[in-house]
C-alpha cells in the first residue's frame, strides 16, 4: 500500500542550459536529489509548485525461512512456507515447523527475538523500514 504525501516541486537551471525538476519536501532535500542527478551546481533553483501529492509505494517485503540447530535440516526438520515473494505490512503468513525424531521444537525467532513457541504460527507482518527487505524466520530445533 502506497504512502500519500505532499511534496513540492523545484526546478534548477544550471549553466549548461539544462533544466532539471525535482520532488521535495524542503529545498534542503532538493539539492540532495539535484546533487545525486547532475554534476555541478545549478545557476538557480526555484519552487514551482507547492504541495504536489504524490504516492510513494510501500517497499517490497519477502519472507524467507530457515531450519537452525545441529543436525535438524540434514535430518529431515523443515519449515514453510520457504519463500514468499511479496507480502505487505499488515499481511497474515501462517509458519509451520515439521519436526522429526530425536528433535524438538524451540521457536520461530525474527531477528534473534523469539516469535512463537508454537510449531503452527501465525505472524503479522510488521515491517517499519523504508527499503526493500526479506524478513527470514528461523525455525529453531534442539537435540533430544
Known amino acids: 500500500m502506497a504512502t500519500i504525501t505532499s511534496l513540492n516541486q523545484y526546478k534548477a537551471s544550471y549553466a549548461d542550459s539544462t533544466d532539471l525538476t525535482v520532488a521535495a519536501e524542503t529545498i534542503a532535500d532538493a539539492i540532495v536529489a539535484l546533487a545525486e542527478a547532475k554534476e555541478g551546481e545549478p545557476s538557480l533553483i526555484q519552487r514551482t509548485v507547492t504541495g504536489v501529492k504524490v504516492a510513494i509505494p510501500a517497499p517490497a517485503i519477502a519472507i524467507r525461512t530457515i531450519v537452525t540447530g545441529t543436525g535438524a535440516e540434514a535430518s529431515g526438520c523443515k519449515a514453510t ?7 505487505e505490512n499488515g499481511d497474515k503468513v501462517w509458519f509451520t515447523a515439521i519436526t522429526v525424531d530425536g528433535f524438538t521444537f524451540e521457536g520461530w525467532y525474527l531477528d534473534n527475538e523469539l516469535q512463537s513457541t508454537e510449531e503452527s504460527y501465525e ?11 526479506t524478513l527470514v524466520y528461523e525455525a529453531r530445533f534442539g537435540v533430544l
Open 81 to 87: 512456507p520457504y519463500t514468499i515473494n511479496a507480502v
Open 123 to 133: 505472524a503479522t507482518i510488521a515491517y517499519a523500514g523504508t527499503t526493500p527487505t
